[in-house]
Every structure is written in C-alpha cells, then in structure tokens.
C-alpha cells in the first residue's frame, strides 16, 4: 500500500481501520491482480484508484470473476457501451455501486428503465454517470416515485420521461419533499396545473433544489428586480423556466444589474440576457443599447388632429367606392365571307 498505492503510513492505517478483512487477503495472488486490471484494463491513474480505494476499501477484496468483470465489462462497458472517463467517473463519484448484488439489483433497475419506461441505453448510460446513487434505491421506490410524478402531480408520460433523465436525483427524494416544492411554486406564481406542468418540464431540476436556500432568495429577488409586477414576472418565468436554475450570485444579480442600468430596456430581458455566454451578453447588450438609441422618436408635424381623421372618414364613406376590377369590352371579330 505504502510502495505500490502511493498511501502515507497514516493513510495505510486509517484504511486497515476502515477494512480489517485487508489483512486477510493476498497480495500476489489478490491486491496486485485486482489493481492491475483497474490500472491497466480499466485505465484508472493510480492516484486516482487510491483516492477510489479510499472511499471504498472492499474495491480490492472483490473477487475478478464474480464481481468486478461482470460489473465493469459484461454490464457497464458491452451492455452501456461505457468508456474508460465512463468508468472512472463513476468509481470516483460513488465507489459503493460495486458492492451491489447485479443480478439481483442493478440488472431489474436497468431494464425497467429501458423496457418499461423505454429509454435507450446510452440514455440510461447518461441517468446512471449523473446519478450513481440511483442503484442505492430499490426498484420498489424508483416506481413509486414514477407513479408518484405521474398521476399526483400530474405530469404526462413524456414529461415524467424528461424529468427522470435531466433530474434523475429526485428519484431519492421523498413525497412529502417534492411535494412542498411544487405547492411552493404553484402558490408563488399562482400557476394552474398546465403552466406548472409546463414549468417543471422545462426545468426538472427545480425539484431537487432547496426551497429556502435556492428557490424562495432567487423569488424574492426577481420581484424586486421586476418592481413588484408579479405578472411580468410570471410571464417570464412561463417563457424561460430555466431562468430559476441559474445562479442568484454568479449569473441571475450580475446579468440583472447590467439591465437595469439601461432605462430602455424591461427587466423581462433577463430572459435573453440570462442565456449568453459573458462575451456575447456585452455584445447583446451593447447592441440593444445601439438600437434603441437609433430608434426615431415621433415627429409632432405628423401628429393629426383626432377631428380631422374623423371627418376623412365621414368624406370617404360618401365616395364612390374605388373600381375593383374592370375589362375593356372587346370589338367584335370580323369574320371573312370567303
């Protein structure tokens, strides 16, 4: 551990404190063929199989044939079609999916996604590297909180589909959680079943974030940004759902502020501003800023006066109504005798 894995002594002792059962395995015949099939067949950086190891000491206990073949080969490389950055980000971000059982856990979990809810695997591949901790949830669970999404909150299939795959993390969420935050929004807005429906949609992670941390600040702030126009605000909001995504300090405040510096501008243009990068937010700006400044005021010599429109109208009703269509009358053909 301290020659081959890079530990320090304290780091070696904190793992044999972690794992006891290490003390019982071999090290020809068990550690050594098990880091290198992670290390060279697996291409995991070393330094990154100990910071794995680390999390997850029985790593190197599992036997090759029963465990860590069939889980990283038959299921994650042949059946997902996961590369070697598939791997490694998932070992890394949550080392523990290798102590479940795959015939009896993550294979059913895996094909009720991809039978019964009909994503592709490659899509599952993407619900599984965002979310690792899915296979800590029983299938039991994951249904419920489909059914859940379904038929209490009202989302259509499609809909549930497309909240599952940008937000697979509410699937750990329990119902009384992702229920608070959809009565939240609901009442903040005032929204009816469509428009929320239609909200959450557009922008599923709004259900795995925090309703006093995250959601109700960003509320508050809009508001005032918008001056109080609650139904501006919920215009916006309908128009560009994912504008409660993004940051309250690094985007949504700094993005806002350049806009109301402009008294020209509404502040409903955070929902164009909000997207861009840095670099092409100035631009957008700046442009919008030109175009307003060469935009032509009214001329008041063009301004009429409402008593002479009104008496063109009444001259115009007396006229004889303008010819529509017309056709020259055509002289009769002569006909030769002869």
């Known amino acids: 551990f301290t020659n081959i894995m890079g530990y320090t002594v304290p780091e070696t002792r904190a793992l044999f404190l972690k794992e006891p059962n290490l003390w019982r395995a071999s090290v020809k015949t068990g550690l050594i063929p098990r880091m290198r099939f992670l290390v060279r067949d697996m ?7 100990a910071t794995i190891v680390t999390k997850n000491p029985r790593m190197l206990l599992y036997s090759m044939d029963y465990n860590l073949v069939p889980k990283l080969i038959f299921y994650c490389i042949m059946t997902l079609d996961m590369n070697p950055d598939h791997i490694r980000k998932l070992l890394t971000s ?23 809810l009909e994503f592709s695997p490659s899509e599952f591949r ?8 899915l296979v800590s949830n029983s299938l039991s669970k ?37 229920r608070d935050k959809v009565q939240f929004l609901e009442k903040a807005f005032d929204f009816d079943a469509e428009e929320l429906q239609s ?11 925090n309703v006093q941390r995250n959601l109700k600040p960003k509320i508050l702030y809009l508001r005032q940004a918008f001056d109080g126009n609650q139904e501006s605000l919920r215009s916006a909001i309908l128009r560009l759902p994912p504008l409660l995504g993004y940051s309250l300090e690094q985007r949504i405040t700094p993005r806002m502020k350049s806009i109301l510096q402009e008294p020209s501008l509404e502040p409903s243009c955070i929902t164009v501003g ?8 100035e631009s957008w700006l700046m442009k919008r800023k030109q175009k307003l400044m060469k935009k032509p005021k009214p001329d008041k010599a063009s301004e009429f006066d409402e008593s002479i429109i009104r008496n063109s109208l009444v001259d115009s009703e007396n006229r004889p ?4 269509h017309w056709t020259r009358p055509r002289r009769p053909r002569r006909v030769n005798p002869f």
């Open 199 to 209: 909200v959450l949609s557009g922008m599923p992670r709004l259900l795995v974030l």
């Open 274 to 281: 909000i997207t861009l990068k840095s670099d092409k937010f």
């Open 94 to 116: 949550f080392p523990q999916f290798m102590d479940y059982n795959l015939d009896r856990h993550t294979l059913p979990i895996s094909r009720y996604f991809i039978k019964d």
């Open 126 to 133: 993407c619900i599984l590297l965002a979310y690792p901790k």
């Open 43 to 49: 291409e995991i950086p070393r330094d990154v199989l």
């Open 321 to 324: 109504g303008p010819i529509v």
């Open 142 to 178: 994951i249904k419920h909180m489909v059914v859940f999404l379904r038929y209490e909150i009202g989302l259509t299939g499609t809909q549930v589909k497309r909240v599952l795959y940008q937000a697979p993390q509410v699937l750990g969420l329990r119902d009384a959680n992702v």
